[in-house]
């Protein structure tokens, strides 16, 4: 089956600016997963769709990142405007049904520098 | 609140030798514990998680609540299983990652 896909892979900006991502999930996989992965740590939840609902934002910077899925499948994450923090990987993942205890399949990463 | 650690940032051992990254956790309620693997140049991927008790790629992982500890072993390391490895763990609604352990397998 084809994986996550994600674009851009590689993204340069400048603070202040803004930036969107898009991501296109495994095909019939109801539940998608943004995650915040910084240099050094691990990934961090940033929002959770279930088809087009938001499950878990309690992690997104809400005053400068917003994200939507709708119909339920691709997603957009954008960040408006961009501070030098926001350098990262930003990962998107689906899996079939939502509970966190299902296999996560996750995309490519798109590489965020923020000068 | 959930919390992961793995204590080792970096491990490195020779080809042959056991292997054992650590992962320790945090949380009131019953875990579900996964380790996840990244090698060079390709995608996060699910390695094993604990409710099924199996084996991949040579690697097991026995959940010690005692210890509340969740540590990945294989006993004969080999140079493909160089890679970075994250414990994860399951609650409430979300996935939460430890920091990461990068295992190099030295020739």
């Known amino acids: 089956e084809a994986g996550v896909a994600q674009s851009p892979r590689y993204k340069i900006i400048e603070k202040r600016q803004s930036v969107a991502f898009w991501c296109n999930p495994i095909s019939g996989h109801a539940t998608l997963y943004w995650y915040q992965q910084i240099l050094g740590q691990g990934p961090k939840l940033l929002i959770q769709?279930?088809?087009?609902?938001?499950?878990?934002d309690s992690q997104l910077p809400k005053d400068r990142f917003s994200a939507e899925r709708l119909k339920g499948v691709d997603s957009t994450l954008k960040i408006q405007p961009a501070k030098l923090e926001d350098s990262a990987v930003y990962l998107c993942a689906s899996s079939q049904t939502g509970g966190s205890y299902n296999e996560q399949f996750f995309g490519p990463g798109t590489r965020l520098t923020v000068l | 609140a959930q919390r992961v650690t793995q204590p080792e940032k970096l491990l490195s051992v020779f080809k042959g030798a056991p292997v054992e990254l650590k992962c320790n956790y945090s949380?009131?309620?019953?875990?579900?514990l996964f380790w996840y693997v990244q090698y060079s140049r390709q995608r996060l991927q699910l390695l094993l998680r604990h409710i099924s008790r199996e084996s991949i790629k040579g690697f097991t992982a026995d959940l010690n609540k005692g210890e509340t500890s969740f540590h990945l072993k294989k006993p004969f390391a080999q140079e493909e299983d160089s890679a970075m490895y994250y414990c994860?763990?399951?609650?409430?609604?979300?996935?939460?990652f430890g920091q990461g352990t990068r295992l190099t397998i030295n020739p």
């Open positions: 949380y009131s309620g019953s875990p579900e």
């Open positions: 769709f279930q088809n087009n609902g938001v499950v878990d």
């Open positions: 994860a763990l399951a609650g409430a609604q979300k996935l939460v």
